[in-house]
Structures are given as C-alpha cells and as structure tokens.
C-alpha cells in the first residue's frame, strides 16, 4: 500500500492489481477522469510490484520492470 498527500492505491488479489482512491484533481489515480473517488477502485494495471506516491502523483513497477 502507498499513500499520497490526499490518496491512496494497494495491490490486491491474484492478478496484483493496483486499487486507488482519494483525491485526483491532477490525475494521481491514474484512471482516466478527473474527481474525487471515496471508494477503492481497480485502475487496470495488473503485475504490479512496487508503489511510489507523492503529493500529486503514483508510479508503478511493474514485476517485468516497466515503470507507469
């Protein structure tokens, strides 16, 4: 799980999915659409290994290294 300044994402479940939620005026969800998600939501990335989130901001590894 990582957290940001006003959200938050977590991988989840077989596939390693990447879950997100919280503030997302400058697209730290990473989901497409702007707004505000009080509920967990799946983002589509998948083979997730690693989190790294910041102020405005969330980056994924991926377990094949590529970074998003």
Do not use: F, K
Request: proline fraction near 3%; charged fraction near 20%.
């Amino acid at each position: 799980m990582g957290l940001g300044q006003g959200h938050a994402c977590a991988i989840a479940g077989e596939l390693q999915e990447v879950y997100c939620w919280g503030d997302n005026n400058d697209g730290e969800l990473g989901i497409g659409v702007l707004g505000r998600r009080p509920t967990p939501g799946a983002t589509g990335l998948t083979s997730a290994a690693e989190l790294g989130l910041g102020a405005d901001h969330t980056c994924v590894r991926r377990a094949d290294g590529r970074v998003h």
